[in-house]
């Protein structure tokens, strides 16, 4: 059974810290990689994908992907309150976009 | 871009009727959109997949009696629960998707 596994937090940070957010997955096969903002109530945000091995960066937010590992994290610069969340980490199993998600980890940053 | 709405976004009903809810991409066309279902302080859990112009693909424990899913164009689909039970009352979250999965607002359903 194709799994992703995230830690269920919650993962505290003071503001302006790095908060450091990682996923493991089990289906050698995915292509893609996402990760989804959560607030309380709410319906998941896309914040960032990435398709490749490496770095991809947009403003404060760094995700990194390492195939050979099966491994995707999500980096946040300059954690703000405002950044606390549950951060979903879902992978890409191939047909029709088909998303499997991670159980998410709640993130609080505190000023 | 990548708007996609949900209608209605909390409904309360009496166990035994149905309920449909809407969910419709604005903004682009989407082959494909996806029923979710969230418990509270739970992840989210695939129900169906859905495609325009043919039968959704539920996942394995899902009633597809119980849980209609009609996708009759490129932007809108509805899943319709019908005789609902207490047991039903969660967070139904729709998708559509472009090469990313955009999220609907979710519908908060009560079943009493």
């Known amino acids: ?111 | 871009g990548a708007v996609v709405s949900q209608h209605p976004s909390r409904v309360i009903c009496k166990s035994g009727t149905s309920v449909k809810i809407e969910c419709r991409s604005l903004d682009f066309q989407a082959t494909t959109m996806f029923w979710y279902r969230q418990f509270p302080k739970q992840s989210l859990m695939l129900m169906a997949t859905s495609n325009e112009g043919s039968k959704a693909t539920y996942e394995q424990g899902v009633e597809k009696d119980k849980f209609l899913i009609n996708h009759a164009s490129l932007t809108l689909s509805t899943l319709t629960v019908t005789s609902a039970h207490p047991e039903d009352s969660s967070f139904y979250i729709c998708s559509a998707s472009r090469t990313e999965q955009f999220f609907g607002p979710g519908t908060r359903l009560t079943v009493l």
Request: charged residues 15%; proline residues 5%; aromatic residues 12%.
């Open chain 1, 1 to 111: 059974q194709k799994e992703v596994e995230q830690n269920s937090g919650p993962l505290s940070v003071p503001e302006g810290a790095i908060a450091s957010l990682n996923c493991t997955y089990s289906d050698q096969g995915s292509q893609s990689f996402f990760w989804y903002r959560q607030y309380s109530g709410k319906s998941p945000e896309l914040i960032m994908f990435i398709y490749s091995n490496g770095d991809k960066e947009d403003g404060r937010f760094t995700a990194q992907l390492n195939k050979a590992s099966q491994y995707v994290s999500l980096l946040i610069r300059d954690s703000q309150p405002s950044d606390s969340a549950t951060y979903l980490c879902a992978v890409n199993t191939g047909g029709y976009n088909k998303l499997i998600f991670g159980a998410g980890t709640r993130l609080a940053v505190h000023p």
